[in-house]
T-cell receptor, first 118, second 115 residues
Framework: EAGVAQSPRYKIIEKRQSVAFWCNPI?????LYWYQQILGQGPKLLIQ????????DSQLPKDRFSAERLKGVDSTLKIQPAKLEDSAVYLC????????????????FGPGTRLTVL | GQNIDQPTEMTATEGAIVQINCTYQ??????LFWYQQHAGEAPTFLSY????GLEEKGRFSSFLSRSKGYSYLLLKELQMKDSASYLC????????????????FGTGTKLQVIP
């Protein structure tokens, strides 16, 4: 089974520039997550999709960040314009389904995109 | 919201046992995960607890007490390759969301295994 795919793996930009990240979740996984992980910290949820609908984007800085999952499969996360504090690893994860009766529902993470803003 | 606390760093000796603690506060608790994350890599799933008690999986065990808001990850027979960050993550049900669940991660405990 193929894992979660992300691209690019690394990106270096200057502040005020724009950048986009792409994620392809595991086939059949309904839930997709974007996390921001700053060095030395745990992953922070930016946005969670259930199929192509947004479940939670409460921690997404909406003035500069946007994300979409138009067909309920792959997703893009965009930052426009970037700031120095956006330097982090952006992790995409997916899980099979929202089912409270099925407890485990583990998240599977992609390799991440390491963003450096200069 | 959620508040998750775990130690920032720990050091242990190869072959020994180490316990990594995690305390949490949440309103709609529906499970606790432990993930391992090697430097520069993505987190990988280690264990899951939703009921009180101990879950054992090889050299790794995880314990949960829901009444105390407390969990620990126990690593036995430590190996050098166990040097990594260990992330405690709590899942709860989002309010007014139709039952959707949110997972919040702690800051992670960086474990260094020394010879």
């Amino acid at each position: 089974e193929a894992g979660v795919a992300q691209s690019p793996r690394y990106k270096i930009i200057e502040k005020r520039q724009s950048v986009a990240f792409w994620c392809n979740p595991i086939s059949g996984h309904a839930t997709l997550y974007w996390y921001q992980q700053i060095l030395g910290q745990g992953p922070k949820l930016l946005i969670q999709f259930q199929n192509n609908g947004v479940v939670d984007d409460s921690q997404l800085p909406k003035d500069r960040f946007s994300a979409e999952r138009l067909k309920g499969v792959d997703s893009t996360l965009k930052i426009q314009p970037a700031k120095l504090e956006d330097s982090a690893v952006y992790l995409c994860a997916s899980s099979p389904q929202r089912n409270l009766a099925k407890s485990t529902d583990t998240q599977y993470f992609g390799p991440g995109t390491r963003l450096t803003v200069l | 919201g959620q508040n998750i606390d775990q130690p920032t760093e720990m050091t242990a000796t190869e072959g020994a046992i180490v316990q990594i603690n995690c305390t949490y506060q949440t309103s709609g608790f529906n499970g606790l995960f432990w993930y391992q994350q090697h430097a520069g890599e993505a987190p990988t799933f280690l264990s899951y607890n939703v009921l009180d008690g101990l879950e054992e999986k090889g050299r790794f065990s995880s314990f949960l007490s829901r009444s105390k808001g407390y969990s620990y990850l126990l690593l036995k027979e430590l190996q050098m390759k166990d040097s990594a960050s260990y992330l405690c993550a709590v899942r709860d049900v989002l309010m007014n969301s139709g039952g959707y669940q949110k997972v919040t991660f702690g800051t992670g405990t960086k474990l260094q295994v020394i010879p």
